[in-house]
């Protein structure tokens, strides 16, 4: 099971990255129009993002291994599909599959885990292991995208998902039985999915997400801009007033009281807004200010990956002796000044100079913050909600990892100006790494003052047979 939960993670985390750096050769071989070309990144975005509360609950109630296999089987057919594209609304579609596909197992995977590991040492040794691989994906997709395109071809970074897909289903076929993943008495679950819920949370999301990516186009402030983030709103206001008033809700409002599932979803969102973000600068920076190729960018990335693995087996060794918190803490400090490092970097630097010793830091600060997330995240959750706590925590790492990118692109795009020379766009990737340093900065402020020193938080009461239609708790 665990085989099976990690290989699929990573195989997600690389199909986040891995497509971005073949983009231009997508764009040559299919004839994407200029505007066009973005949908391939935020098409994937949008149906991931949109329906991984929906997905995380669905996993409750109709299986984790179910919908694990059905959304692996959907990710992989439709990364084979966008392999053999030949227009671009073909590669569209294959991406929006993917999304789909990926929001049904992400949750599903992490809910298998937590359904199977009680907590304790054997829990965060498995999430430990989980949260690597999801790290090293994110990072090795830089570098498998620029060898890929390279030497192989732009279809390669589609094709690249299928051994990986098949690595993932045969232990989930073979080793895993449902009753393994679903403890939870098939009587003791909703009979039904909240359909209203489920409507206006996808809504809401997917707006939210939609707003958002295209600012890179329309901009914060354009009338397009605030109509789409308004309707998402107020969708996603609607949704938590629907879920106050159904006995079997998509998301209980009361799991938010705990101290862990709040401080860990927090902390998900402004370590994914950190962490996107210094990929996509320092991916920009070798490109663009030191001239590097594609292929020498990813393999530059390599030190990134590595050390977000050791941080994490770090941060697991740490958290299994004594609390998330413990590891947390100091990971968000040392990616805070990993990234202070990078914000120095200059249009005359090199990559020993200016990428290799921030890379460390940054990195080992990342794994450290990474790993134990989840692990706090699922912390005094029942079995019968692991799904609905996975489907929060893969949806605040999405909206996190979009709105961060989004955010401090802009920010760094309003330094530039009009100018496109080395020392302009030096400085304004410098800026956006500064205000990442700051976003992990405030992560440490949240670890520090949310999360419980010991780890006896749990998520108030469980739902029972009768609720209470205010509270969406037991009466």
Known sequence: MLAAASVAQFVFALDMSVVN???????????????GLSWIVHVYALTFGGLLLLGGRACDLYGHRRLFLAGLTVFGLCSLAGGLAQEPWQLIAARAGQGVGAAAAAPAALGMLTATFPEGPRRVRALGVWSA????GGGLG???????????GWRWVMLVNLPFVAAALAPALAGIPAAQTDQHDQRERPERLDVLGAVLATAGVGLLVFGVVRTDVRGWGSPATVATLAAAAVLLAAFAVAELRVPAPLLRLGLLRSRWVAGANV?????????????????LYMQQVLGMGAAATGAAFLPFPVCLVVGSVVATRVTSARTPRAALVPGALLATAGLVWFAFISPDGGFLTDVLGPSVVTGIGVGLVLAPIASA??????????GMASGLFNSS????????????????????????????????????LAVAAAVFALAAVVAVVVLPRRRSGTPGPQPAAVPNRLEGTPS
């Open 377 to 386: 995240a699922t912390t005094g959750v029942a079995a019968r909600e692991a």
């Open 397 to 432: 790492r999405q909206l996190g990892g979009c709105v961060g990118l989004a955010a401090l692109a802009t920010l760094a795009a309003r330094r530039l100006g009009t100018a496109t020379g080395p020392a302009a766009l030096s400085d304004g990737y410098a800026l956006g």
């Open 21 to 35: 750096v073949a983009l231009p050769a997508i764009r040559t071989a299919l004839g994407f129009a200029p505007l």
């Open 267 to 283: 902390l998900v969102f402004l370590a994914a807004a950190g962490q996107f973000a210094a990929f996509y600068f320092v991916s």
């Open 142 to 152: 830089v570098l498998a995208g620029g060898l890929l395109t390279e030497y192989a």
């Open 133 to 136: 691989a999801n790290a090293a």
